[in-house]
């Protein structure tokens, strides 16, 4: 059988990812599922420009002031081993990796090996740090220990942002901009930082830092050789996308009536065809899909509600409603599937398995599965989220808020002076040499040279990493109880928003005045 895409299929996969196991986490979880960049633009690796990967006649570290000799220091990363145990995925670590167990290094990691070396040697320090096999809840609480211990471990971490609320309010986190950081620089995501902020503080970065993040983001897979025995080109549907043209009514158009009973025994489950395999918490996609937010901003760039408000009532009206639609689409973790596979991942032995076995013409999901299909024989592709208005002149998509890496800096006593001034530079030389290095590696030879025969998909993939965005009210859903209003199998969305409108705003407001106060006692680098 034809494998067009095995070699794309290495190539995100290699970065790997995050999912959420145990404690307090979103157990088993594989989603979390601005405005910001018109449709069509690109992300190198994390940072939006309009060209994909590094260009090749800049050096990005060259723009960096000159190094500063740091006479030896180390610099100690933490980091969620994403994922682990778990054979659909394949995290290799941000910055620091785990060696493979035959000795053999990736490109990917011979990239970090790369800025490693070239940044250690630079400023005369260390980095190194270990990949936690602990649970979220369990390294949370070992870093609210370092933090106010007052042993100081660790230096800065990589986890997923939504279970770090409480470091937030509690003012456990540095404001980077605190560090000295030229936050304007290509080589950090411009629009997540945008987005990210919160009354002027930033607590979270992505960049070429981390490639974690584009692994857990959310795309649309397609069957190509099920849709062409149904009648379909595939070409059609990737010009659709590359159009503007790949809208919630033409995507829910072809889903329709492309379920069957495959098996013939006159039992739909989760052994038969489908045209959508997907998950409740993927409403969420389709309710970004519409241009709207769960929390957006004020122009003090304080949080405010915005759920109530345009298209996201009629778009997640419409989701449910396909969702709803049990001949044509698998939601997978119905309590008939949860309870059938109680101690398994429902995850993999329904939807998943489903679309390897070439059961399934669409799979959301994000890119932290593609490892899962190594050895799939059908061919397959991507396509966007599709957008909800025709009109839209761009795409929407989201980064899991279980299932990928931001960048952020414990808020250590001992933080400020030169120990401060020093860990900003480090992070800054980090992520500008990642840029020359890792991002190149990581997209540009393995998304869209290499071996892979798909240009259409990697196209596509420059469409969908251009045009994320980054919801408040996903980063702090934990505290504010958001993302499950818009994850329910029912269109009373209205009344269930209503019910809780009052308290989402109430602990939004105390929030904001604990963020508040905590920016008044800002790091010193002088």
Same mark, same amino acid.
């Given at each position: 059988?034809?494998?067009i895409l095995?070699a %794309?299929?290495?190539?995100?996969?290699?970065?790997?990812?995050f999912?959420a196991c145990g404690?307090?986490d979103k157990e088993?979880?594989?989603s979390?599922?601005?405005?910001?960049?018109?449709?069509g633009s690109v992300?190198?690796g994390?940072v939006n420009?309009s060209?994909?990967?590094?260009?090749?006649?800049?050096?990005?570290?060259d723009m960096?002031p000159?190094?500063?000799?740091?006479g030896?220091?180390e610099?100690?990363?933490l980091q969620?081993?994403f994922?682990?145990?778990?054979?659909?995925? =394949?995290?290799?670590?941000?910055?620091?990796?785990?060696d493979?167990?035959?000795?053999?290094?990736?490109?990917?990691?011979a990239?970090?090996k790369?800025v490693?070396?070239?940044?250690?040697a630079?400023y005369n320090?260390?980095?190194?740090?270990?990949?936690?096999?602990?649970?979220?809840g369990?390294?949370?609480t070992e870093?609210n220990?370092?933090?106010?211990?007052?042993?100081s471990?660790?230096d800065?971490?990589?986890?997923?942002?939504?279970?770090?609320?409480?470091?937030v309010? =509690?003012?456990?986190?540095?404001?980077?901009n605190?560090?000295?950081?030229?936050?304007?620089?290509p080589?950090?995501?411009?629009?997540a930082?945008e987005? +990210?902020?919160?009354c002027?503080e930033?607590?979270?970065?992505?960049?070429d830092?981390?490639?974690?993040?584009?692994?857990?983001?959310f795309?649309?897979?397609?069957?190509?050789?099920l849709y062409?025995?149904?009648?379909?080109?595939p070409?059609d549907?990737?010009d659709m996308?590359k159009?503007?043209e790949?809208t919630?009514e033409k995507f $829910?158009?072809?889903?329709?009536?492309?379920?069957?009973d495959?098996?013939?025994?006159?039992v739909?489950?989760?052994f038969?065809?489908?045209?959508?395999?997907?998950?409740?918490s993927?409403l969420?996609?389709?309710?970004?899909a519409?241009?709207n937010k769960?929390?957006?901003k004020?122009?003090?760039?304080e949080?405010v %509600?915005?759920?109530?408000?345009?298209?996201?009532y009629?778009?997640?009206?419409d989701?449910v409603?396909?969702?709803?639609?049990?001949?044509?689409?698998?939601?997978?973790d119905?309590?008939?599937y949860k309870d059938k596979?109680?101690?398994?991942?429902?995850?993999e032995?329904?939807?998943?398995?489903?679309f390897k076995?070439?059961?399934?013409?669409f799979?959301?999901t994000?890119?932290i599965h593609?490892p899962?299909f190594?050895?799939?024989?059908?061919?397959f592709?991507?396509?966007?989220?599709?957008k909800?208005?025709a009109?839209?002149d761009r795409?929407?998509?989201?980064?899991?808020?279980?299932?990928?890496?931001?960048?952020?800096?414990?808020?250590?006593?001992s933080?400020?002076?030169?120990?401060?001034?020093?860990?900003?530079i480090i992070?800054d030389?980090?992520?500008?040499?990642? $840029?020359?290095y890792?991002?190149?590696?990581y997209?540009?030879k393995?998304?869209?040279?290499?071996?892979?025969?798909?240009?259409?998909?990697?196209e596509?993939?420059?469409?969908?990493?251009?045009?994320?965005?980054?919801?408040?009210?996903q980063v702090y859903g934990s #505290? #504010?109880?958001?993302?499950g209003?818009v994850e329910? %199998?029912?269109?009373?969305i209205?009344?269930r928003?209503d019910?809780?409108?009052d308290?989402i705003?109430?602990? %939004?407001? +105390?929030?904001?005045?604990k963020?508040?106060?905590n920016?008044?006692?800002p790091?010193?680098i002088d």
């Open positions: 059988m034809k494998k095995c %794309l299929l290495a190539l995100i996969m290699v970065a790997a990812c999912v404690g307090d088993g979880d594989t979390s599922t601005g405005d910001n960049n018109s449709q992300i190198s994390n420009e060209n994909s990967g590094s260009n090749s006649d800049v050096v990005y570290h960096l000159e190094a500063v000799d740091m030896g220091r610099f100690y990363i969620r081993w994922g682990f145990g778990k054979p659909t995925i =394949d995290f290799q670590g941000e910055v620091i990796w785990e493979s167990e035959d000795g053999t290094m990736t490109n990917i990691n990239a970090k790369h490693l070396d070239d940044v250690q630079a320090c260390t980095v190194t740090g270990e990949m936690s096999t602990s649970t979220a369990e390294i949370r870093l220990n370092d933090i106010l211990g007052g042993t471990k660790y800065f971490c990589f986890e997923s942002y939504f279970y770090y609320f409480s470091f309010q =509690d003012g456990l986190l540095a404001d980077l605190d560090l000295g950081i030229d936050f304007s620089k080589w950090w995501d411009q629009y930082l987005d +990210l902020s919160y002027d930033l607590y979270y970065a992505l960049g830092i981390n490639t974690y993040d584009n692994d857990g983001t795309v649309i897979l397609f069957n190509k050789d062409e025995e149904n009648g379909g080109n070409q549907l990737y996308a159009n503007g790949w919630f $829910k158009e072809i889903v329709t009536g492309f379920g069957h495959s098996k013939a025994d006159g739909r489950d989760e038969d065809t489908y045209g959508l395999l997907t998950e409740t993927n969420y996609n389709h309710f970004l519409s241009g769960i929390i957006d004020n122009a003090s760039d949080p %509600l915005d759920l109530p408000t345009g298209a996201g009629p778009a997640l009206t989701a409603n396909l969702y709803l639609n049990t001949n044509d689409v698998l939601v997978a119905l309590d008939i596979y109680e101690g398994e991942d429902v995850y032995m329904t939807v998943t398995n489903a076995e070439g059961r399934g013409l799979y959301m994000s890119l593609l899962y190594r050895d799939m024989e059908d061919d592709g991507f396509l966007p989220i599709p909800y208005n009109a839209d795409y929407y998509h989201n980064m899991g808020a279980h299932t990928t890496s931001v960048l952020f800096v414990p808020k250590h006593a933080l400020t002076g030169e120990n401060a001034k020093q860990l900003g992070i030389a980090l992520a500008a040499y990642s $840029k020359d890792l991002t190149p590696e997209y540009e393995q998304l869209k040279r290499g071996d892979a025969q798909d240009p259409d998909s990697a596509i993939l420059d469409i969908v990493f251009g045009s994320r965005v980054y919801d408040l009210g #505290l #504010l109880a958001t993302t209003l329910q %199998l029912n269109t009373e209205a009344s928003v019910g809780q409108k308290v705003e109430m602990n %939004l407001g +105390l929030l904001t005045e963020v508040k106060a920016a008044q006692k790091i010193s």
